[in-house]
């Protein structure tokens, strides 16, 4: 009798723990925000902030915006070089189609931080919101690093 209740008591156990990551799994967030950093710069220039968006949804998803307590004003930038002449405007939105990654690096698509406020200081972690279509948001914390980033 006691071997038969063992085996309930496993048979039970192993049932909750397939619900919990069932739950889980559901639970899990499609989007995924990786590797977040801003460059510290003086409050007077602009610093630029990187990270890595992962869709892991079944829809695309598009980009609109985001927000910092460390920034005045936080906006969608994107660098690029036009007849050998480097250029960096201002993007309205990002699309990241389903199952795709997008690199917000040096160079390419990245954060534009103005008005920096002083907790954006080398050594800090500071919250970002990414603000999505359709009114989804993504919360990361950023890693604050220095001018040559490090």
Same mark, same amino acid.
């Given at each position: ?11 039970? /156990?192993?049932? /909750? ?36 968006? *992962? ?10 915006? /985001? ?14 070089? *036009? ?21 917000? /690096? ?45």
């Amino acid at each position: 009798m006691q071997f038969g209740n063992a085996n309930l008591f496993h048979i039970l /156990a192993m049932t /909750a723990l397939a619900l919990m990551v069932g739950i889980a799994a559901a639970d899990a967030a499609p989007l995924a925000v990786t590797g977040g950093w801003f460059r510290a710069l003086p409050a007077a220039v602009p610093s630029g902030g990187y990270f890595t968006l *992962h869709n892991g949804g079944d829809k695309p998803v598009t980009l609109m915006g /985001a927000q910092s307590p460390a920034c005045g004003h936080l906006m969608l930038h994107k660098s690029m070089n *036009h007849g050998g002449m480097g250029m960096m405007e201002h993007v309205d939105s990002v699309k990241v189609e389903a199952g795709d990654t997008l690199t917000f /690096a040096p160079g390419g698509y990245h954060l534009m931080c103005m008005d920096s406020k002083p907790i954006l200081k080398a050594g800090a972690r500071v919250p970002v919101t990414l603000q999505f279509a359709g009114g989804e948001t993504v919360t990361a914390d950023f890693a604050v690093r220095n001018a040559a980033g490090k």
